[in-house]
């Protein structure tokens, strides 16, 4: 037993933070920003939480797939930064929506979203779920150094979220790991123990940009590949690739060597910037909502982040 999407939804903050804006806090410009990522603005939540965004998602998915919440017999939250460390982001949302199914957090960075789908489908394959809430979301802005120009012009806040039912719609589910805690990473922070003897880390974004760079672009063509061949098609069976919403260089250097028609990559980063676990479940409401996809298309996802992880799921929209 898999699983097919019923429904979609997602919110972003009210707040629009422009590259010009951006010039103003770091030595940064619009034409530099645009021509080396495709961002021109993200959302940053100023007054809403993660949690708002997470509930406001939920919602829409839920409205979309025709289902309420007591329906519901599972959610899971994709997040590396929730409201709280304890309880989970998704107890917080449980409580909201007024659910009352078990909840937990799942930590796979921008690839949290399809590591969510994976576990889902575990619980699908032993038939102990019908409805299950899947939700990506990340409050980047409040790990951001916002006086380092090479990181801060890259993220944005957002959620995204799909209502899963049983069904055949998911046609295969490929994850992978390169353990790196070096070239891209959030320390903890501040470590409040008096007994404590070493120094902590700033708790902010650390990247190697090009290091990630190049593992991105190998990562999306390997994965796009790898699920594409699990579930038995080629890359010309693919109506829509939804990819991580990184930087539309790795998304155009990743076109290049895949036999893929470049129209066929949904992105909507120059509107958002990478909001990591809510990029992919954002834009594939977003194509849901503009109307883009068709019963029996074949949708490919992925995604790469921290970790280093990478997630590509194959799905036909049903
Ligand atoms: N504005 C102006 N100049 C800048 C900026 C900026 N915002 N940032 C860097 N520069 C400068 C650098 O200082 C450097 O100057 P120098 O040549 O005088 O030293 C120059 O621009 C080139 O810098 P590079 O780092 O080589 O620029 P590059 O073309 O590699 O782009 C980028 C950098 C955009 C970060 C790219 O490497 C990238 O996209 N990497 C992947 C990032 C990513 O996808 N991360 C995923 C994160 S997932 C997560 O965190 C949850």
């Known amino acids: 037993m898999s699983f097919s999407i019923l ?7 009210q707040f629009v933070l422009t590259n010009d804006d951006l010039s103003k806090m770091v030595d940064t410009n619009d034409e530099w920003i645009r021509t080396r990522t495709g ?14 965004l997470c509930v406001s998602a939920a919602e829409e998915a839920m ?15 994709a997040t590396f930064r929730g409201e709280f460390i304890t309880p989970s982001e998704a107890s917080l949302i449980q409580k909201r929506i ?28 032993r038939k102990t779920v019908k409805k299950v809430l899947v939700i990506g979301a ?4 409040n790990v951001t150094d916002w006086n380092d120009r090479s990181t801060c012009v890259l993220f944005g806040d ?10 055949e719609g998911l046609k295969s589910i490929h994850l992978t790991l390169k353990g790196d805690s070096d070239v891209l990473y959030v320390p903890r922070g501040k470590n409040t123990s008096p007994m404590y003897e070493h120094e902590s880390e700033n708790p902010v974004v650390h990247m190697q940009g090009s290091e990630v760079y190049k593992f991105a672009v190998i990562a999306m063509i390997k994965g796009i590949r790898k699920a594409l061949k699990d579930a038995g098609l080629t890359e010309e069976d ?13 998304i155009n250097a990743a076109i290049e060597k895949l036999n893929i028609h470049p129209e066929k990559f949904f992105c909507n980063l120059d509107k958002y910037g990478n909001t990591s676990a809510g990029s992919v479940p954002i834009a594939l409401d ?11 298309d074949i949708i490919v996802l992925c995604a790469f982040g921290a970790g280093l992880t990478t997630g590509s799921a194959v799905i036909r929209w049903e």
Do not use: M
């Open 7 to 13: 429904g979609t939804g997602k919110a972003v903050p």
């Open 39 to 52: 961002i021109r603005e993200r959302r940053i939540c100023k007054e809403e939480t993660i949690t708002d």
């Open 63 to 77: 409205k979309d797939a025709n289902i309420t919440a007591n329906e519901l017999d599972l959610i899971i939250c």
């Open 98 to 125: 007024g659910a009352s199914c078990p909840a937990f957090d799942i930590n796979g960075a921008c690839s949290g979203f399809i590591f969510a789908l994976d576990v889902a489908l575990g619980y699908f394959a």
């Open 138 to 141: 990340d409050n980047l802005s």
């Open 158 to 167: 957002g959620s995204g979220a799909v209502v899963l039912g049983e069904g």
């Open 238 to 250: 693919v109506a829509w690739v939804v990819p991580h919403q990184a930087n539309i260089r790795i």
């Open 286 to 296: 977003e194509a849901n909502k503009a109307g883009k996809f068709k019963s029996g």
